[in-house]
């Protein structure tokens, strides 16, 4: 279900990689969860990703959910981000056998999900092979 | 607290139940329970259920079993832990008797899948992952696994068919289940050229989506003691958590909360991995096997695909696992299953396994799994003789 209020509430994290970062021990929280998991005093302190990682590890979906036919074949990766926090997302620009563990990544804003033909379509973060 | 026995066990077969709805399949396993129990009454019903309002339109199933299993008064709630919802259950059951709230408790799992379509069960399955950072991105339960799989493949130099193992004796077993949803042989050669859902998972790694309902009664152990009959006595009963999300966790190779519930449980039976003579395990998929084992002490890291290389998980190896089929044979209703294994572990301790029954079986655990390993629930059974 992709709706409109969610979205909204996700944009920065979504467009923008914006995470948080603790205030006392430093670590960087992504996605934000305003405790923090290392040291779970209160961070709430906005901190922007700079969207380079590299894969942890990946699977090409052929049976999608509801909501995602039209996108499969597609293919998902764990990146674990420069500065140190793991996420989910789908890859781009780049064919399934053409990925490897380890392979350097960076963010882009893509369409990631539509509500049928009429709906809403959500964009957020996927990525693209990173050169060098 | 009191020490808690199984003294009633029922299931209903595991499949696609066209002519059954969530209520005739309950009614099935608890009457069957209850007949073999030897009670009337009950003084509380815990329903296990994960997804009977998504699929089927309807929730409020604590209410609703009771009614129509003539139990209409009692004390009765639905409980939900994604795919861990039975034994979640089970554990409630489990306090209230421990506790001495309640004397005769009724457990029911059940889930009700095959009325929708393949996305749409897909897509509510999902629901136990992260709904925003995991499902939002196009992942599916069988992709988080994937993910999973990859990893353990990298790190550890496995191959593909080295997983194999955990199928072929899954279904070798589940052929001797009335019960189970499959029964089919299946080869390394099948292994190889099953339907790839999410790469490396094939079709043959991955539990089917199902309907069915098992059910347990519990009793104070008190009560069955001295009766002639094997007491079935919980020995253990513990529930771990840890992030819902993968990404969140410090490694994912490690299911840290299978791991914790595993320990507290080995802490409270007073015993340890080496005195468990069979182990039902959350096979949903391949890799799920593999990472039980090791959690629970079975296998040491990056040994769990070994253990089953070497033999060691079929009914006559080191530790017995899917000895009715397991989630892959048997099936996966998800809200059924933590009471199915506990059913399962039941027929074993009381000798009524048949062909697949494990040899003085005495000690049995079963562990079952919320989402990719965010609820961890362990049950230690122990026969007394
Ligand atoms: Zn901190």
């Given amino acids: 279900m992709s709706l409109p209020s969610k979205n909204w509430r996700l944009r920065n994290q979504r467009y923008r990689l914006v995470g948080e970062i603790c205030e006392k021990c430093g670590a960087a929280i992504f996605p934000p969860r305003d405790v923090c998991p290392e040291c779970e005093a209160p961070a709430q302190t906005p901190y922007v990703f700079s969207g380079r990682g590299e894969v942890y590890s990946y699977s090409t979906v ?4 509801a909501g995602f036919e039209k996108y499969a074949p597609y293919t998902v990766a764990l990146v674990r981000l420069e500065e140190g926090p793991m996420l989910t997302a789908q890859l781009t620009d780049v064919a399934p056998e053409e990925v490897h563990i380890g392979m350097p990544v960076e963010m882009v804003t893509r369409q990631i ?3 049928g033909d009429e709906g809403v379509i959500a964009y957020g973060y996927k990525f693209r092979p990173r050169m060098g | 607290m009191r020490d808690v026995a199984i003294i009633g066990i029922g299931q209903t077969k595991v499949g696609e139940h066209w002519e059954k709805d969530l209520r005739h399949l309950s009614l099935e396993a608890l009457q069957a329970a209850m007949r073999d129990a030897g009670v009337e009454h009950v003084d509380a019903l815990y329903v296990g259920n994960m997804l009977s309002g998504e699929l089927t339109g309807q929730e409020h199933l604590g209410a609703l079993v009771a009614d129509f299993a003539g139990l ?22 489990y306090v209230a008797v421990a506790g001495g709230l309640a004397d005769v408790v009724l457990v029911v799992g059940v889930e009700k899948m095959t ?3 393949g996305p749409e069960a897909t897509a509510a399955l999902a629901m136990a992952a992260d709904a925003d950072h995991e499902v939002a991105h196009g992942l599916t339960f069988v992709a988080l696994n994937a993910l999973l799989m990859r990893r353990y493949m990298y790190e550890y130099g496995y191959k593909k068919e080295d997983f194999a193992p955990f199928t072929i004796n899954a279904h070798a077993n589940g052929m001797n289940n009335p019960y189970a949803m499959f029964h089919m042989k299946v080869t390394p050669e099948a292994y190889a050229r099953a339907r790839m859902i999410a790469d490396p998972i094939n079709l043959l790694d991955s539990s089917p989506v199902a309907d069915g309902a098992a059910a347990v009664v519990l009793a104070p152990a008190d009560w069955v003691r001295g009766s002639g009959k094997p007491v079935i006595r919980i020995a253990a009963s513990a529930v771990a958590t840890d992030t819902v999300a993968i990404h969140d966790r410090r490694d994912p190779l490690v299911l840290e909360a299978a791991a914790l519930s595993a320990w507290r449980a080995y802490q409270q039976a007073d015993i340890g991995p080496e005195e468990v003579d069979l182990f039902e395990l959350h096979d949903a998929f391949s890799i799920m096997a593999a990472l039980s084992l090791e959690a629970a002490g079975f296998a040491r890291r990056g040994e769990g695909v070994r253990l089953a ?10 530790i017995p696992v899917a000895t009715m089929g397991g989630l892959k044979a048997r099936g996966h209703p998800v809200g059924a299953t933590g009471v199915y294994q506990v059913v399962e572990v039941v027929q074993q301790l009381r000798g009524e396994a048949g062909a697949n029954q494990v040899p003085d079986a005495r000690v049995g655990m079963a562990q079952n799994i919320g989402g990719s390993g965010a609820t961890v629930i362990t049950h230690i059974l122990i026969r007394d003789c």
């Fill in chain 2, 309 to 318: 290389l070497d033999g060691e998980i079929t009914p006559q190896g080191r």
């Fill in chain 1, 62 to 65: 052929y049976h999608p959910p």
């Fill in chain 1, 113 to 115: 999900q539509t509500d």
């Fill in chain 2, 115 to 117: 009325d929708a379509t």
């Fill in chain 2, 72 to 93: 209409r008064g009692v004390e009765a709630v639905k409980v939900e832990a994604a795919c861990g919802s039975g034994a979640a259950a089970l554990r409630l059951g």
